[in-house]
């Protein structure tokens, strides 16, 4: 079976666009590939986070991914920080990586310009960590969004220069993975593009029902359909997203209809909507909680993934090892 392996940033709480774009898929993968999630709070260093922030953080991610169906039996979770060997792998993988490309890569400039005062050299080998991670397993694919694509070439990279110095195929080349032919993306409620944590404009898994109603009924709308048949301005197809995602076909078709013939009261759109999500959403908020308030759970979970995953990495250190000259005990 081939190998899956995904890394989850720990920022902050999941919202609609995380698990409709994301940890959906990735629920459905667990049944069809051997994959493996981590939490990559070693990544989080380059900006220098509180001791307790990045505790609280890993078992708040561990939770929420939980919750919304990733079984630990079929796909492990484990804290980057747990696997020492990935570290061992970053090494070798920085001695064949060279300062000119790590230099160009956009994500790096980009942080770079936005803390000018913090450009370290964790935040510049930030790829060949994000290659270690994946290398260690072998994996073959990586479930990546756009922003990801320059980094996993640079990891296919590592992997080629890795096999052509040492004359072996060792590594594969990891894919990127999309799980659905076309990316979904859930668009914001304010007439923004993209639901996401910078834009200020989430619906979040742990909101509560009134919250949920509270975020949707103020969503930007316009002064209603003109035409009959005519094409919805943006605002409005960002509404029709949502019933696409939340809601039932029939609904869709309904409102769809008294869209084209310009009897359609957004009130009515949005109620449903809102109905829709509170339904998706409270049975997940519910087992957040009640996760979240077993950290037993959370850290058995967690030594369980972080053993997995290190049984998986060594196997491939020792390999390792021995290709580059070394010594296994
Ligand atoms: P982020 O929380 O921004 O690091 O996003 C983590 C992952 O969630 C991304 O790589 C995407 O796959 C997914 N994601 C985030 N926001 C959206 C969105 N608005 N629509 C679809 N997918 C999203």
């Known amino acids: 079976m081939e190998k899956v392996v995904s890394g989850i940033r720990p920022t902050g709480n999941l919202h609609l666009g995380n698990y409709f774009g994301a940890v959906k898929s990735f629920v459905a993968m667990q049944a069809q590939y051997q994959c493996m999630f981590f939490i990559a709070d070693w990544h989080s260093l380059t ?22 169906g990733i079984d630990p039996q079929k796909a ?14 970053y090494l070798y993988l920085n001695m064949n990586t060279y300062l000119g490309e790590l230099e160009r890569v956009t994500t790096f400039k ?8 913090n450009v370290n050299a964790g935040l510049l080998t930030y ?5 270690a991670d994946v290398l260690q397993h072998r994996a073959h694919k990586v479930p990546v969004g756009k922003d990801q694509e320059q980094n996993m070439e640079m990891m296919r990279k590592c992997a080629r220069r890795f096999n052509n110095i040492y004359g072996i195929e060792f590594f594969p080349e990891p894919q990127n993975f999309y799980f659905n ?40 709308t316009d ?16 509404l029709f997203t949502f019933l696409k995602i939340a809601s039932t076909p029939d609904t ?3 409102f769809d209809e008294k869209w084209n013939d310009c009897t359609l009261r957004y009130g009515d759109l949005k109620k449903q909507i809102a109905e829709d999500l509170v339904n998706i959403v409270a049975p997940i908020r519910e087992k957040i909680e009640e996760y ?23 196997e491939t250190l020792n390999e390792v090892r021995k290709i580059i000259g070394f010594r296994v005990y």
């Open 252 to 254: 869709y078709q309904y």
């Open 292 to 314: 979240s308030s077993n950290t037993t759970l959370l850290d058995k979970v967690a030594k369980e993934g972080a053993d997995h995953a290190r049984q998986s990495a060594a």
């Open 127 to 131: 790829p060949t960590l994000m290659a």
């Open 181 to 220: 032919a076309t990316a979904l993306k859930v668009p914001g409620l304010d007439g923004s593009g993209k639901m996401g944590k910078s834009e200020g404009n989430c619906i979040y898994l742990r909101d509560d029902d009134k919250t949920i109603r509270k975020k949707v009924m103020k969503a930007v």
């Open 110 to 117: 980009e942080k770079a310009r936005k803390q000018p005062d």
């Open 76 to 89: 492990p979770i484990y804290v980057q920080s747990d696997v020492k060997e990935t570290l061992e792998l």
């Open 47 to 68: 900006t220098h986070p509180k001791p307790e922030n990045i505790q609280n953080s890993a078992r708040t991610i561990l939770a929420e991914y939980l919750a919304c």
């Open 223 to 238: 002064n209603g359909p003109q035409e009959p048949n005519s094409q919805r301005p943006e605002v409005i197809e960002n």
